[in-house]
């Protein structure tokens, strides 16, 4: 997800900054125990979101335990895991995998080439376990492929493919949650999309790579984020979560900003200092 869905650990209270790194070496521990140390390099924070909303949303409890770790040989870590820490692993490994094989696909990419080769053993245990949400990877992702060849001016359609692709992953089992998941997902993947488009304009402009929001004057780039975050904070309280609330609206309205708001303010220094448009965090009617 681009590692855009983070939490702003300022903001944090200890209780939560720790389960919230607890559930960080849990996924990271799952990865290894499922994976391999090839799993283990996809990891990313971004994962520990999607297995503490859904947590949220089926109120499951998270089981602490103490590891030892390549990365920390000398101290145990806290854990936490639970099924979802096992089903954010699994999808970390599918995105990470068929995300390099469309670096390698679309631009003959070296490293994409490397991890395709390195999972797609693991992806396919992966796909005979989650299909729908494989096949909702692959369909998104090669439209995305087709849309940014083309050169498609309309910002929404790029961003409402990835919509799609978090839609799917969002929904863990097919229930009475699922129709509100898929909403939530779907805004997600829009933000996701476009924040990561507006963070990486400068660059793709210099390049000359496909980015949406080249077409537009530098006006509407705000307004189309606030719009699309409006929609997903909406989303978001249409859940109607009681658990790790402390977590999850951290991220929401001030971590999901932090990378955009860093490209702000190197924006702002390389133009001497002079103030750009920006709000800091998202207030979005917490």
């Given at each position: 997800m681009f590692g855009y869905v983070i939490a702003n650990p300022d903001r944090l209270s200890d209780g939560d900054r720790q389960l919230y790194q607890g559930i960080y070496c849990g996924i990271c521990h799952s990865l290894g125990t499922y994976h391999g140390l090839r799993g283990r390099i996809t990891l990313n924070y971004d994962m520990v979101f999607l297995a503490l909303l859904l947590s949220s949303v089926y109120q499951l409890p998270f089981e602490g335990t103490e590891h030892t770790c390549p990365a920390h040989p000398m101290k145990k870590q806290c854990l936490y895991t639970n099924e979802l820490t096992r089903y954010a692993a699994d999808m970390n490994v599918a995105l990470a995998m068929k995300s390099a094989q469309d670096n390698w696909n679309d631009d003959k990419n070296l490293g994409g080439l490397c991890a395709w080769r390195m999972l797609r053993g693991k992806y396919r245990a992966i796909y005979s376990k989650y299909p729908r949400q494989c096949n909702g990877i692959e369909a998104s992702l090669s439209e995305l492929s087709r849309i940014e060849r083309s050169g498609d001016p309309c910002p929404d359609a790029a961003?409402?493919?990835?919509?799609?692709?978090?839609?799917e992953l969002f929904i863990w089992q097919e229930d009475k949650v699922s129709e509100k998941l898929r909403s939530f997902g779907d805004a997600l993947g829009r933000v996701i999309y476009m924040m990561d488009a507006?963070?990486?304009?400068?660059?793709?402009?210099?390049?000359?790579?496909?980015?949406?929001?080249?077409?537009?004057?530098?006006?509407?780039?705000?307004?189309?984020?606030?719009?699309?975050?409006h929609r997903c904070a909406a989303s978001y309280r249409d859940l109607q979560l009681d658990?790790?609330?402390g977590i999850?609206?951290?991220?929401?309205?001030?971590?999901?900003?932090?990378?955009?708001?860093?490209?702000?303010?190197?924006?702002?220094?390389?133009?001497?200092?002079?103030?750009?448009?920006?709000?800091?965090?998202?207030?979005g009617g917490q």
């Open positions: 961003a409402a493919a990835f919509g799609r692709l978090l839609a507006a963070v990486d304009l400068r660059a793709d402009l210099k390049r000359q790579r496909y980015n949406p929001l080249s077409f537009l004057p530098d006006a509407d780039r705000r307004e189309i984020l606030d719009a699309l975050m658990f790790y609330r999850l609206d951290n991220i929401i309205y001030s971590g999901i900003w932090t990378k955009f708001e860093m490209s702000l303010h190197r924006e702002e220094k390389r133009r001497g200092g002079r103030s750009l448009q920006g709000s800091g965090h998202f207030s």
